[in-house]
């Protein structure tokens, strides 16, 4: 099986079997998309030519392209992962290549979370907790450790 045939089974297994919404289908398709052309320029067409440093060598890839924000280049790489398991599970690769990959580490997590909405002003009173809008409290003390 080819890269491009591979990739539209993984994408209909997505929209049919996993039930994704059209929005993230929409992203895995151009994500994947992005993926295949950047094989393409190596010369990769099948699966399982795919190496880790090939995955490895697209994040990179991307993090130097228009200089795409970390929370882009994560998302991507889910959809990577997502896919070349999809491989494996189908017999298409014999291993996923991506399993001893980490996503990239999310700068200012915690200041972003306790900037949305979903979290309530923290208390003046002197107290280390913050509530979220679900009512879970959050000790803050831990949240810096």
């Known amino acids: 099986m080819d890269l491009?045939?591979?990739i539209t089974d993984f994408l209909n297994y997505c929209l049919i079997d996993k039930g994704l919404s059209d929005n993230t289908y929409l992203s895995y398709k151009n994500d994947l998309n992005m993926y295949k052309a950047f094989l393409h320029q190596k010369n990769i067409s099948n699966p399982e030519k795919i190496s880790s440093a090939d995955v490895i060598e697209f994040i990179e890839y991307l993090q130097k392209k228009d200089h795409d924000e970390i929370t882009t280049v994560a998302r991507k790489l889910t959809t990577i992962k997502n896919y070349h398991a999809y491989l494996e599970k189908e017999k298409i690769a014999p291993i996923n290549v991506t399993l001893g990959i980490k996503r990239p580490k999310l700068k200012g997590d915690v200041e972003k979370?306790?900037?949305t909405?979903?979290?309530n002003k923290l208390s003046?009173?002197?107290t280390n907790e913050a509530s979220t809008s679900k009512g879970k409290n959050i000790n803050?003390?831990?949240?810096f450790e």
Do not use: P
């Not at 803050?140 to 949240?143: E, F, P, R, V, Y």
């Open 124 to 126: 003046t009173a002197g």
């Open 140 to 143: 803050l003390n831990n949240l």
């Open 117 to 119: 909405q979903n979290t």
């Open 4 to 6: 491009e045939e591979s």
């Open 113 to 115: 979370h306790l900037k």
